[in-house]
């Protein structure tokens, strides 16, 4: 099956810039997404299509995916930005097609 | 507004039973492909079962096939999970999440059930 690995966590400081990564073998061939999740909270989609926001998720966000990477960076990073960040494809090619990363914990400094 | 929200939870002994719902609303639900996504207790996001608008095409994960089934009542806009044989490794909350039309997204979430699979 399908297997996106993700770094556990990253740290950075307010208004640097978080860039958390997803490693799946040639991701940059399939569409990748990322979610939000806040501690108590279901998720949040906040990149689609490699690289598209949702109505109402800042700019702040964005998304890139080519080879073996698809990449989210969070710009200007605010203590608000504090979560579980996961990434998600959809294998087509799979009787079990849901895949999500391992998760990666953003912590602001 | 779209709200999905999820009941059924509980607790529930080894190699028991229950079935889970999701009333949505505030969008046409049966052009809609569904999944169900669950997380246990301090751990990531883990993909279970995805249904087709229509109901005639479902999806399972690995770990649940044969045991869970995913159905739709698309009258009444309701989503299922009927959940047999349970392990104390399905201990998890369980979110329902609405397929986007792009690249099956999950666009929107319901808060959660929990499920506890404990003697």
């Known amino acids: 099956s399908y297997v996106l690995t993700q770094p556990p966590s990253v740290s950075v400081a307010p208004g640097q810039t978080a860039k958390i990564t997803c490693g799946g073998n040639n991701i940059g061939s399939r569409s990748a997404h990322w979610y939000q999740q806040k501690p108590g909270q279901a998720p949040v989609l906040v990149i689609y299509d490699d690289s598209d926001r949702p109505s109402g998720i800042p700019e702040r966000f964005s998304g890139s995916n080519s080879g073996n990477t698809a990449t989210l960076t969070i710009s200007r990073v605010e203590a608000g930005d504090e979560a579980d960040y996961y990434c998600?494809?959809?294998?087509?090619?799979?009787?079990?097609?849901?895949?999500f990363g391992t998760g990666t914990k953003v912590t602001v400094l | 507004e779209v709200q999905l929200v999820e009941s059924g939870g509980g607790l529930v002994q080894p190699g028991g039973s229950l079935r889970l719902s999701c009333a949505a609303s505030?969008?046409?639900?049966?052009?809609?492909?569904m999944n169900w996504v669950r997380q246990a207790p301090g751990k990531g996001l883990e993909w279970v079962s995805y249904i087709r608008g229509g109901g005639t095409t479902m999806y399972y994960a690995e770990s649940v096939k044969g045991r869970f089934t995913i159905s739709r009542d698309n009258a009444k806009n309701i989503l299922y999970l009927q959940m047999n044989s349970l392990r104390a490794e399905d201990t998890a909350v369980y979110y329902c999440?609405?397929?986007?039309?792009?690249?099956?997204?999950?666009?929107?979430w319901g808060q959660g059930t929990l499920v506890t699979v404990s003697s």
């Open positions: 998600q494809v959809w294998d087509s090619n799979s009787d079990h097609p849901g895949v």
């Open positions: 505030g969008f046409t639900f049966s052009s809609y492909e």
């Open positions: 999440a609405r397929d986007s039309f792009v690249g099956s997204s999950f666009d929107y």
